[in-house]
């Protein structure tokens, strides 16, 4: 026999021996629990009561309640803007602290990362302080301006905005960070030659570092959308989902659908739709940024 194809065979083994924890574990933990989760989607199901088999039925309610579309278009909106804004400052940000050196670059990456490690438990409740009425320090800035208090979580108008700042706020500094990383990947080489060319700074920017970025641009973005549009703590501490249901994202409605319903299988029933919305999203977004293989490999 061939020893090239035997060494070809060993190394395939060896390539499924060490890929056998992560399959086990992602069967366990994924696959197993999604299966069931359809399952029960079919029911009406309950840990109390003699689960009836409905078919399509809770995927027929949920896609006729209006308030679930509401509830998508809203992560939308969310995420709409939080994603773009955060991603802007990010990126103008990391290249900011790619011309930093020394001590202040480790500081500075150090003190915006510290956000991400805050729960959005905690932030909801500073921001809550922030957004008082009365005694809040917005309301104080904007009277420094001759302006009146605005109710940053009651105006329907200007709620999902106040909301949307803490979530900036908790994902700025890992944004930034995984940019940076991508930055400094860039080799410098390549800025050398288009200054020989007698390229400007702009001209570097647009024809070197954002389509080397791409691949980072589409990590940040996706897992950005997926996670804004998925919020849970900020509106559930902040606002309840209100005013009228301004700030109700889906996984809030899906949390009070279980809280209130005795069964399961609507809930499910819900949470699976909005996967697939989610995953369709995320499949756009990876077709329209037409995601290329890194040039190293």
């Excluded at 896609?63 to 969310?78: E, P, Q, S």
């Excluded at 994603?83 to 790619?98: E, G, M, R, S």
């Excluded at 647009?206 to 998925?230: D, E």
Aim: net charge positive; proline share 4%.
């Amino acid at each position: 026999m061939n020893s090239k194809f035997i060494l070809k065979r060993n190394d395939r083994k060896t390539a499924y021996l060490m890929l056998l924890p992560i399959i086990v574990l992602l069967t366990c933990f994924v696959v197993i629990p999604l299966i069931y989760a359809i399952y029960v989607s079919f029911f009406e199901w309950s840990f109390y009561k003699e689960s009836i088999f409905v078919g399509f039925t809770n995927f027929k309610r949920v896609l006729n309640d209006h308030l679930f579309y509401k509830a998508i278009w809203t992560g939308v909106k969310f995420a709409l803007i939080v994603v773009p804004t955060q991603f802007v400052l990010a990126f103008l940000f990391a290249n900011l602290i790619k011309n930093l050196g020394g001590r202040l670059a480790g500081f500075i990456k150090s003190s915006i990362y510290i956000p991400y490690v805050i729960s959005g438990v905690v932030a909801s409740i500073i921001f809550l302080f922030i957004y008082d009425y009365d005694g809040g320090i917005a309301n104080y800035i904007i009277g420094l301006f001759g302006l009146e208090k605005v109710a940053w979580l009651i105006d329907v108008k200007v709620v999902l905005g106040s909301i949307s700042l803490p979530a900036i706020w908790l994902g700025f500094g890992f944004t930034t960070l995984i940019i940076l990383s991508g930055l400094n990947d860039i080799p410098g080489s390549y800025y050398e030659a288009a200054e020989i060319d007698g390229a400007n700074g702009l001209q570097k920017m647009f024809y070197i570092t954002i389509p080397l970025l791409r691949n980072i641009f589409l990590y940040v973005i996706v897992v950005g959308m997926t996670g804004a549009i998925q919020q849970f703590d900020l509106p559930f501490i902040m606002t309840k989902g209100g005013p009228l249901n301004a700030t109700m994202t889906p996984n809030l409605f899906i949390y009070n659908h279980f809280v209130n319903d005795p069964y399961l299988g609507y809930t499910i029933a819900s949470a699976l739709l909005l996967f697939v919305m989610i995953a369709i999203l995320a499949g756009i977004i990876f077709k329209l940024g037409n995601s290329k293989k890194s040039m190293d490999s």
